[in-house]
């Protein structure tokens, strides 16, 4: 199984929205409903933002969104804040029945 | 809250076993709808899932990794553990132990992550 294709790196202003793209087949995003989204901070474990595509845990801002178009699915942080820059990465539930990964993105906030 | 603790050597040698335990702490390995998960990390790199156990037994493995990869579940000590033969340099990396619920990708409780190296 071939990771999930995420730009490198993404930047914006505090303020701004910036959306993160996790591109994936027929065999994973596009199957399923089943795409989540992790934060993570350097030596850092990750976090879940999203899962089921767009439903956030208790706890997480409402500034983080997900969507999901046929087998790309994106994210979305609105209202840019400083304590927002760290690494993304995007999964997904697979027709194999395994979990497959981004390469991740790392979101700067100028 | 769920808390997961992995444990294990630091350093490998090229050809041997790799073996870590994930120790659960507030909350049974022994409850339906969540699955016992490896995920590594390469250094400065992403995320590989390395596959997940169920409170049944039943496993699935990365398919990559499938050949070289043994998980299962001591319920008595609420433990759970990963067996990789045959490591080499390539398999330095931090190792998680992470509860998926549903084993839809939905990991939403990690360990700190334990670093190991693999070299002569």
């Known amino acids: 199984q071939s990771a999930l294709t995420q730009p490198a790196s993404v930047s914006g202003s505090p303020g701004q929205s910036i959306t993160i793209s996790c591109t994936g087949t027929s065999s994973d995003v596009g199957a399923y409903n089943y795409v989540s989204w992790y934060q993570q901070y350097p030596g850092k474990a990750p976090k879940l933002m999203i899962y089921?595509?767009?439903n956030r845990p208790s706890g997480v801002s409402n500034r983080f969104s997900g969507s999901k178009s046929g087998n790309t699915a994106s994210l979305t942080i609105s209202g840019l804040q400083a304590e927002d820059e760290a690494d993304y990465y995007c999964?997904?539930?697979?027709?194999?029945?395994?979990?497959?990964f981004g390469g991740g993105t790392k979101l700067t906030v100028l | 809250q769920v808390q997961l603790q992995e444990s294990g050597p630091g350093l490998v040698k090229p050809s041997q076993t790799l073996s870590l335990i994930c120790t659960v702490s507030?909350?049974?390995?022994?409850?339906?709808?969540?699955?016992w998960s490896w995920i590594r990390q390469y250094p400065g790199k992403g995320l590989e899932w390395i596959g997940y156990i169920y409170y049944t037994g039943s496993t699935y493995y990365n398919p990559s990794l499938k050949s070289r990869v043994t998980m299962s579940l001591d319920t008595s000590k609420n433990q759970f553990s990963l067996n990789l033969n045959g490591v080499t340099a390539a398999d330095t990396a931090v190792y998680y132990c992470?509860?998926?619920?549903?084993?839809?990708?939905?990991?939403?409780?990690w360990g700190q992550g334990t670093l190991v190296t693999v070299s002569p």
């Open positions: 992470a509860r998926d619920r549903g084993g839809y990708s939905i990991f939403e409780s």
């Open positions: 089921d595509v767009s």
């Open positions: 507030i909350g049974s390995i022994n409850s339906g709808g969540y699955y």
């Open positions: 999964s997904s539930y697979t027709t194999s029945s395994t979990v497959v």
